[in-house]
């Protein structure tokens, strides 16, 4: 199976500030790489596909970067909603392998 | 509105078999390949593999393959997740979500189901 590392596995910020989270895979997936939220009580939501296309309704402060074994996700300028746990998953090879998680907290 | 629909929570005994089902509207069960996603208590999400309902094409993740069951009736528009002899450790939130392609992530998801396996 393919090894997705998010780093870190949790962040403290602030609304307005800008975070990054990094996701590594443990071999080259291409760009077949997404994004998820996941807010307490609600299933995932996908934000990014293809580690740079923004999903439909979502806002542009999100934004994907990368390809081969390593990526970022982006929140620009961070709202109240974004608080919530973020998942990287590759689509590359089957089993279809998630990161282990990033809790972005205030 | 694409959407998935899930089956309502279940509190089962070890060794007890169950069939939990994910209903699509729209077109999603022509198109789409479903899968399977676990969430224990507290952990991260997994992915168990998908299905397309269109032919029953099945893969599996093989953590899973042989775990579970995957299988789809598209004259309903419903997939299903079964078990033959639950564990305590099946005990989870499944979702169902929808993979548009074979390799797109998965962007429409069901409500989940939670899954309680205990004597």
């Known amino acids: 199976d393919i090894q997705m590392t998010q780093s870190p596995s949790s962040l403290s910020a602030s609304v307005g500030d800008r975070v990054t989270i990094t996701c590594r895979a443990s071999?080259?997936?291409?760009?077949?790489l997404n994004w998820y939220q996941e807010t307490p009580g609600k299933a995932p939501k996908l934000l990014i596909y293809a580690a740079s296309n923004l999903q439909s309704g979502v806002p542009s402060r999100f934004s994907g970067t990368g390809s081969g074994t390593d990526f970022t996700l982006t929140i620009s300028s961070l709202q109240d909603e974004d608080f919530a746990t973020y998942y990287c998953?590759?689509?590359?090879?089957?089993?279809?392998?998630f990161g282990q998680g990033t809790k972005l907290d205030i | 509105e694409v959407q998935l629909v899930q089956s309502g929570a279940e509190v089962k005994k070890p060794g007890e078999s169950l069939k939990i089902s994910c209903k699509g509207s729209g077109y999603i069960f022509n198109s789409y390949w479903i899968a399977w996603v676990r969430q224990v208590p507290g952990k991260g999400l997994e992915w168990m593999g998908f299905?397309?309902?269109?032919?029953?094409?099945?893969r599996y993740s093989p953590s899973f393959q042989g775990q579970v069951t995957m299988s789809a009736d598209k004259s309903i528009s419903t997939a299903y997740l079964q078990w033959s002899s639950l564990k305590a450790s099946d005990t989870a939130m499944y979702y169902c979500?929808?993979?548009?392609?074979?390799?797109?992530?998965?962007?429409?998801w069901g409500q989940g189901t939670t899954v309680t396996v205990s004597s």
């Open positions: 299905i397309f309902p269109g032919d029953s094409d099945t």
């Open positions: 979500a929808g993979h548009k392609t074979f390799h797109y992530g998965m962007d429409v």
């Open positions: 071999q080259s997936i291409s760009s077949y």
């Open positions: 998953q590759q689509s590359h090879t089957i089993p279809y392998t």
